[in-house]
């Protein structure tokens, strides 16, 4: 009897303890598990050269028709020579988390110079995913591993690789906001002292800037989706993984955002809706970083970098089936002054002041 009830109890140990364990570092989930548990049957993977390159070297192997990157308008489109294929700078320090990575082969180093924002620094392209039956993806799920120079000076921000889709490969970035059935972004971002973020450039109904954790940029830039639920480490891998589903119809808000980070769950917005009409669906990724924010006080003071490694896609032609909100019709503030004139003719109060 004794015996049995200090089975019992050290049972009850390991269970308590396990479960705290579990809730102290969330669940891990590999990129695979999470393609799997979406139906995402497509992959493929951005292709890394075997050797290191530089500069003008590494830009051309990118813009490399034979090396598949798809490349919108066929080129880097903003700094080529800010990408560098460079030794791991980091191959004692891997990603925490389940999957393990592929740490053979150079990595893509970005560099920002001292003073840089979006025009001087940094880098941008968008890797388009062809499909060769000419289908669409509905669906898109992107990782990759991220590193930050060691003591890597957050300054206020920046840019990171996300996902970008829609007709329109200019729109949805730099204060270019969408119409529903242009474009759409989702970018990472990082803030003050590494805090990670989804950055989104999405219409924005049903009140969601009012939703708990969105911030809408007042300044008619984008919005931040979940600021702080998880701050990148410098000097070492960390791994990204998003999943981003296409609201359907295109009168729902159901679409669906997940981010992992170091394989575990951080972010969950299941209401969004990406696109107004079915122009819109996931092209790929819109490998874009620079620091900033528009005006001098986001700029590195010192040269710096990122580095990137195992870009893998995976993707579906079915959009999200979640519940959603019917998209209650805008009325743009152009239309509510139209409206208030009229009723103030009505009401025969002529053209009042207020
Ligand atoms: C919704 O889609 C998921 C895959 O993303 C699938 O597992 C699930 O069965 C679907 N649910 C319904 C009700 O169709
Ligand atoms: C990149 O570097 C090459 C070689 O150094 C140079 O010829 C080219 O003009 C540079 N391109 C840009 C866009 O700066
Ligand atoms: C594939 O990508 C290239 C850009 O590299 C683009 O010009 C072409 O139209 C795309 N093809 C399809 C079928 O989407
Ligand atoms: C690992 O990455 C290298 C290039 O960085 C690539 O050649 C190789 O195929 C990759 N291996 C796997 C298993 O993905
Ligand atoms: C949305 O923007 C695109 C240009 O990017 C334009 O061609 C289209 O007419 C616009 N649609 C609406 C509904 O405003
Ligand atoms: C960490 C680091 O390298 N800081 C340097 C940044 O640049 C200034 C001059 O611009 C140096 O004084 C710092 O040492």
């Known amino acids: 009897m004794m015996f049995l009830n200090a089975l019992l109890v050290s049972l009850l140990h390991v269970f308590l303890s396990s479960t705290s364990l579990v809730r102290a570092q969330g669940q891990l989930t590999a990129a695979e598990d999470i393609a799997t548990q979406y139906s995402l049957t497509t992959s493929t993977s951005i292709p890394f050269p075997s050797a290191t390159l530089s500069s003008a070297d590494a830009a051309n192997f990118i813009q490399d028709l034979s090396n598949d990157w798809s490349l919108s308008k066929g080129k880097i489109q903003n700094l080529p020579n800010d990408t560098d294929f460079v030794p791991d700078p980091f191959p004692n320090s891997p990603t925490p988390g389940l999957a393990p990575s592929n740490t053979s082969g150079p990595v893509l180093q970005v560099t920002y110079p001292a003073g840089s924002l979006h025009l001087n620094g940094g880098t941008q392209l968008y890797s388009l995913w062809n499909t060769s039956d000419g289908s ?13 120079d060691a003591g890597f000076d957050w300054v206020k921000g920046g840019k990171l690789p ?4 829609g007709p329109d490969p200019d729109g949805c970035s730099g204060g270019n906001q969408p ?10 971002m990082w803030r003050t002292d590494g805090q990670g973020e989804v950055y989104a450039y999405i219409p924005t109904p049903n009140n969601l800037c009012n939703d708990n954790g969105i911030i809408c940029n ?3 830039f984008g919005e931040s989706i979940d600021r702080g639920k998880f701050s990148f480490v410098a000097g070492q891998w960390n791994r990204i993984t998003m999943l981003v589903q296409m609201n359907n119809p295109p009168s729902i808000a159901n679409g669906n955002l997940k981010l ?3 394989d575990v769950l951080a972010i969950s917005q299941v209401n969004l809706q990406y696109r107004s009409a079915l122009s819109v669906n996931a092209g790929g990724l819109y490998l874009s970083t620079f620091f900033g924010g528009n005006d001098q006080s986001w700029a590195p003071p010192n040269t710096t970098h990122t580095y990137f490694r195992n870009f893998r896609l995976w993707g579906s032609s079915a959009a999200s089936n979640l519940t959603g909100s019917t998209v209650s019709a805008a009325t743009s503030t152009h239309e509510v002054a139209w409206l208030v004139g009229i009723i103030c003719l009505a009401l025969g109060m002529g053209a009042v002041g207020f």
């Open 162 to 165: 996300g996902l970008r889709g």
């Open 260 to 262: 992992y980070y170091n």
């Open 179 to 188: 119409n529903g059935s242009d474009c759409f972004s989702t970018r990472m």
């Open 218 to 220: 007042d300044d008619g």
């Open 136 to 148: 669409v993806f509905n669906s898109m799920l992107l990782s990759y591993e991220l590193a930050f």
